[in-house]
């Protein structure tokens, strides 16, 4: 099969699926694409990552404490 055919039948596969299946094959293909990266691209992303969490838990004011909290909750209804 060649590269056209083979990116041509792909395609043709993601079309026919309902859209909630299409955004897991996006994000299948994002966590393929992760493994190719090289070791300073991984350690980019995180940053960003972890910046962009931190931001969101300052910007909504989540403390350690509730933090600590809801993981004890999780954990007791396990």
Excluded at 21 to 35: E, M, P, S, T, Y
């Amino acid at each position: 099969m060649t590269a056209t055919t083979l990116r041509e039948a792909i395609l043709r596969e993601i079309e026919n699926l309902p859209e909630p299946k299409q955004a897991d094959v996006l994000a299948f293909i994002r966590f393929l694409k992760i493994g190719l990266a090289d070791e300073q691209t991984i350690e980019q992303r995180f940053t960003i990552a972890l910046a962009r969490a931190r931001a969101i838990v300052q910007e909504r004011g989540i403390t350690e404490q509730d933090i600590s909290e809801e993981v004890q909750t999780v954990r007791s209804e396990q």
